[in-house]
T-cell receptor, first 115, second 114 residues
């Protein structure tokens, strides 16, 4: 089944403790992206990747890192989480990016709480 | 800058009643427009999309949307709402950010009364 898989679904951590949220897709998609969802703000893009070893900042990249060593994986790294990073995070992918009229496939989300 | 406005934060309708969710956008060229639905604890699922051509777009689950360029709108409609339609709905426009993202609205939470 074609899907975007995020792990974990729920995560509670403390300020400053490094964490990684994993994202994997099995559709051989070139484009992958991370969004965060906050009440009243909709979804905002954190980082995106157009292909392996190609990543770039979105609208709210501060405090986050990503890597794209393999096509299928696009982990989101919080080196030193802070409470303002408490949010619902979504990974998304599409075959060749949004200029090609393709839809985004979304993962089920990761609810992160930073205490 | 591109933007999407969903003016209704919450909407409540009775089961069987018709539904219209509003979406207005700001975009410098012909936009690609999307409606996504998010059920509780789930990711976003694409309901329908508009790229070009017929301005009335049919989607899944009985939803449709109409692109009105003169009004910069892309409202979502359903003739008869089912209790299972209760969810949050997001309108999105793209590609934005140099072709690398969608810009989402803030969402409309739909409640269905039985």
């Amino acid at each position: 089944e074609a899907q975007v898989t995020q792990n974990p679904r729920y995560l509670i951590t403390v300020t400053g403790k490094k964490l990684t949220v994993t994202c994997s897709q099995n559709m051989n998609h070139e484009y992958m992206s991370w969004y965060r969802q906050d009440p009243g703000l909709g979804l905002r893009q954190i980082y995106y990747s157009m292909n392996v070893e190609v990543t770039d900042k979105g609208d709210v990249p501060e405090g986050y890192k990503v890597s794209r060593k393999e096509k299928r994986n696009f982990p989101l790294i919080l080196e030193s989480p802070s409470p303002n990073q408490t949010s619902l995070y979504f990974c998304a992918s599409s075959l060749r990016g949004l200029l090609t009229n393709e839809k985004l496939f979304f993962g089920s989300g990761t609810q992160l709480s930073v205490l | 800058a591109q933007s999407v406005t969903q003016p209704d934060i919450h909407i409540t309708v009775s089961e069987g009643a018709s539904l219209e969710l509003r979406c207005n956008y700001s975009y410098g060229a012909t936009p690609y427009l999307f409606w996504y639905v998010q059920s509780p604890g789930q990711g976003l699922q694409l309901l329908l999309k508009y790229f070009s051509g017929d301005t009335l777009v049919q989607g899944i689950k009985g939803f449709e949307a109409e692109f009105k360029r003169s009004q910069s709108s892309f409202n979502l409609r359903k003739p008869s709402v089912h209790w299972s339609d209760a969810a949050e709905y997001f309108c999105a426009v793209g590609p934005t950010g140099g072709g690398n993202k969608l810009t989402f609205g803030t969402g409309t939470q739909l409640k269905v009364e039985l």
